[in-house]
């Protein structure tokens, strides 16, 4: 027989292609099978996955500096490390639009139209919702651009300063997964608290990996904590305005919706901060 992979000639009686590495399967494909290859493929100790989601934490700068600076085999390489993420927040927007009825909107109806007010965030949560990848990865750059003004001992070009926001977001995203998909699935009451409680978590996770890269002192991480956290706020704004703008291009919203102002941008930027979780 023969390696279905690289076409080697094997013996019967091997279980890995002497030339390629790769599992000699014998077996047809049964749903058990096809199940325990997921297994094995991201949560074996030595699967690139399960070291790079580790060490993000133990040591980030070995992977985020190393694969920067040319290691690209030993951690999982920042796009697929992200897709990952983004798969997974996939599931979160499923379950999100079946739990949608029993989330607690009450905390965004402050105005003197609470009818209005709960009209309007149901629009801007089924738009969110809708997109919430893209809305995710637009605070890449955010997070980049404001990291390489601000802590950048290493000298990163924009570009791979990218990579490293992508990485911790990325991160967050999957250790997040599964506490937020306990709460929506048993506790959707409190699933919009929630998620501005992590939210606000997962911009101190990523300040904490940056930190591990560049080991500021003290005193000198604490003012660029400050400039960063500035930063964040204008890029954050820049994307509600952009939201907003989309909002209104595809008619999702109309002047009318706009009649309590101050509520229903506080509810835009809530709605905008669940889909980082």
């Not at 003197?112 to 709960?118: A, L, S």
């Amino acid at each position: 027989m023969e390696c279905k992979n690289c076409k080697n000639p094997i013996s019967d009686m091997v279980f890995y292609c002497e030339k390629c590495g790769a599992k000699v399967i014998r077996n047809r494909l049964t749903l058990g099978n096809l199940f325990g290859f997921v297994i094995e493929s991201y949560f074996n100790i030595d699967n690139s996955f399960l070291k790079t989601l580790i060490t993000l934490f133990t040591d980030p700068r070995d992977v985020i500096h190393g694969y920067i600076t040319g290691l690209r085999k030993k951690y999982m390489n920042p796009i697929a490390f992200m897709t990952i993420a983004i798969t997974l927040s996939g599931f979160m927007v499923i379950l999100l639009q079946q739990r949608m009825g029993d989330l607690d909107l009450t905390m965004f109806e402050m105005g003197v139209n609470p009818e209005g007010m709960q009209k309007f965030n149901q629009k801007v949560m089924n738009f969110t919702t809708e997109y919430s990848s893209l809305i995710f990865l637009l605070f890449i750059p955010v997070f980049a651009f404001a990291g390489w003004l601000t802590f950048n001992r290493n000298g990163y070009n924009l570009t791979e300063y990218t990579v490293v926001t992508t990485y911790a977001l990325a991160q967050w995203s999957i250790l997040s997964f599964p506490f937020s998909l306990a709460i929506l699935y048993f506790y959707p009451q409190s699933y919009m608290t929630y998620s501005l409680v992590v939210s606000a978590i997962m911009v101190a996770v990523i300040i904490y990996i940056i930190q591990m890269l560049n080991r500021y002192n003290w005193g000198s991480f604490l003012a660029r904590m400050i400039a960063f956290l500035g930063l964040l706020i204008i890029g954050y704004v820049g994307i509600m305005i952009v939201i907003y703008i989309l909002l209104f291009a595809t008619g999702t919203i109309t002047v009318d919706d706009f009649k309590n102002l101050n509520q229903a941008t506080s509810s835009a930027i809530n709605w905008a901060s669940y889909n980082l979780v």
